[in-house]
């Protein structure tokens, strides 16, 4: 007795230091919120217990007649059993309300149900997706895009999102890389914590909704970027860049972690008590909850780790993962393992307390309707000042890839302009994948954002079609890589013109989940038909929509303006109108590299400098090289142009060497030399140069965004201190080491100022 005492204190004490208090509006203090859910979990059946374990997909009409037989017969008679404590995909206040009242009136002890759904770039006015976020490097703006999402879909009934995904992805074959920070840890540290008080916030209102950081972990290293493939890291890239953005959104007080499809070393995440048990919930104190993937503890059974649906919940719970998305597995089967001995009651205790502890947080068991108001829903969906909110983000995520010739911005009149290509028109394509509740053709086409200039003569020709037609969930893309017939009418159009604007790319459905792509060039015929259009006139601005790094080298060769222009959401043809005409001065980063070639992937810029980095003697192939294409990337990390234009110079340490306990600063002057205002994303890099384990040739360390007129400088500056060099050493720790270090500060990682130091006892 004595010893719970303890150990509940102790447990308070813990949850009282995470940031989850010191971001929450909650009247609870840790130990009061303890003791009210552990008087619940005291009051429960083991089935209801796990029942609270539990979510299931809705997909009756829960307003219609109940439903008799099959799936939906037995997830509505455990609904009213008590036995569900989530549901994912039910949407909208009338079916949200008639779910949670069965939970809350019907059942005999009143848990509210937890809703959960993916809101990844938005819920009905869709943001652009979140690695175009990324380029923004705007964490203000990232927080306020989320901050929108959970408001739009609290207002539906929705208290949970499946987001944001903090997997840092190096693989641009891997489809999901569209739905991340890219490829960075650092940045991709502050994307999450950015993302995570967006959704959260402080959880006082119904604009607040749990957030979720996935996928735990290694999913996006999955080999040869084939999605659901087998995941074989070291424990230096685990710590070093795969785990720190999940340890931010357990600083930024996430309270749901959901674990992924692929095994990790040979063990599955979902049935990994290394990650779920040993790091997340001990080393890290994770006070919340952790959902499995879809079906991924019965997956087990498919990766040759658990020989029936039985065992499959018997590790995945030992492990730590508290509920089952549509496994089934823990309903029909936790109870009996617990009663053979198998599974500990006292871990299903402590995943029920989790989920209820979270319930309370959230402000359910104070009004389980919160999220449940009608007048609410209807001023709030589709509401037009998040056409504002969605608008500045997608102008902030543009990314100025090449601008020789100064062919932009393009000028307001007297000029003729052909708008080539099938996704210049498409309503619905640059809503992105994750779009699930966005009705179809809502986004604003560039055709659409650029008739707004109306002082030029503009045309427009589809050219040929990206895919053959719109891809319907759960369907494959299907890309047209036969009909030309299109291209006479391109070419005609582009020969009469002083301009061609070519809208290439791929489609909004050829990224994210289960969409890897073993090329990733231009799909379809675009490569062509961008050669016969550049035949009859080289004036192109190329404008690519994408949902992940595309090998477009040719284009870049070639084409004299190429802008990075993604899956931008419900305003991104007005948002790429504003950047062509030069009403906003574009200033995104690139938060993932491009490759020349895909052979080259995985290529990232925070990579190991090898034995072999130039040849010993120079014109022999002895060196870690291709035979057939070079070793440096199209567009490095962190690149991206502006129509103003910034110097460094006058790079300075204020001390060459330091000690522990003391800091030194570094600061560069940057100048606009250009003609007009711009914003540039200043970035601090170092290289520890010999370490007990080696580290990258650079790594991300800081990097601050300032805005210059014209002729105008600044100076800006960093501060070093031991921190900020620690990495997971040999000795399975973080720690730093002394000695010599390198420190960069640029544009992008490929072309920086730099300066040594070394750290000293
Ligand atoms: C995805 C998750 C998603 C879940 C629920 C899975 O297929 O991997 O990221 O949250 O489905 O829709």
Known sequence: MIKKQILGLLLGVILQTTSVWAQNKTKYTAVSLDKKVSALVKKMTLEEKIGQLNQYNGFWDVTGPKPQEGKAAKKYEDLKKGYVGSMLNVKGVKDVRALQKIAVEETRLGIPLLFGFDVIHGYKTISPIPLAESASWDLEAIKASAAMAAEEAGA?????????????????????????????????????????????????SNKNILACAKHFAGYAFSEAGRDYNTVDIGEAVLHNIVLPPFKAAVEAGVLSFMNSFNELNGVPATGNPYLQRKILKGD?????????????????????????LKQSAEFAINAGSDMDMESYAYIDHLAELVREGKVKES??????????????????????????DEAHEAATVGKSEFQNTVL?????????????????????????????????????????????????????????????????????????LVVTEQPKFPFEALVNTTDKSGFQEAIDLAKKADVVVMVLGEHGMQSGEARSRADIGLPGVQQELLEAVYAVNKNIVLVLQNGRPLAIPWADENIPSIVEAWQLGTQSGNAIAQVLYGDYNPSGKLPMTFPRNVGQVPIYYNHKNTGRPYALDPGTVFWSHYNDEKNAPLYPFGFGLSYAKFEYSDMKLSAATFKSNEKIEVSVTVTNSGKVAGKEVVQLYIRDLVATGTRPVLELKGFEMI????????????TI?????????????????????????????????????QLVQ
């Not at 890389?177 to 995570?196: Q, T």
């Not at 871990?347 to 449940?372: E, S």
């Open 347 to 372: 871990l299903i205790d402590d995943a029920a307390k989790r989920i209820l502890r979270t319930k309370f947080l959230l402000g359910l068991f104070d009004d389980p309707y919160k999220y449940c």
């Open 284 to 308: 890290w104190a994770f006070p919340g909850f952790v959902v499995s993937d879809w079906g991924s503890i019965l997956e087990m059974q498919n990766h040759g780790y658990a020989k029936d």
């Open 707 to 718: 805005e210059l007129q014209p002729n105008e400088s600044k100076k800006v500056s960093f």
């Open 392 to 464: 500045d983000m997608a102008k902030k995520s543009i990314v100025l890839l090449k601008n020789t010739n100064d062919l932009l911005p393009l000028q307001k009149s007297g000029k003729k302009i052909a708008l080539i290509g099938a996704l210049a028109a498409d309503k619905t394509s640059p809503l992105g994948n994750w779009r699930l509740a966005a009705d179809e053709n809502t986004a604003v086409s560039l055709l659409e954002g650029m008739k707004t200039y109306s002082g030029n003569e503009l045309t427009y020709a589809q050219g040929a």
């Open 156 to 204: 539906v009934g929705i208290n949970w999102t499946f987001a944001p995904m903090v997997d840092v992805g190096r693989d641009a074959r891997w489809g999901r890389v569209m739905e991340g920070a890219g490829e960075d840890p650092y940045l991709g540290s502050l994307i999450a914590k950015a993302r995570i008080e967006g959704f959260q916030g402080d959880f006082s």
């Open 721 to 757: 201190d031991e921190k900020l060099l620690e990495f997971y050493s040999a000795n399975n720790k973080w720690e730093t080491e002394k000695g010599d270090f390198k420190v960069f500060v640029g544009g992008n990682s490929a072309q920086t100022l730099q300066a040594d130091f």
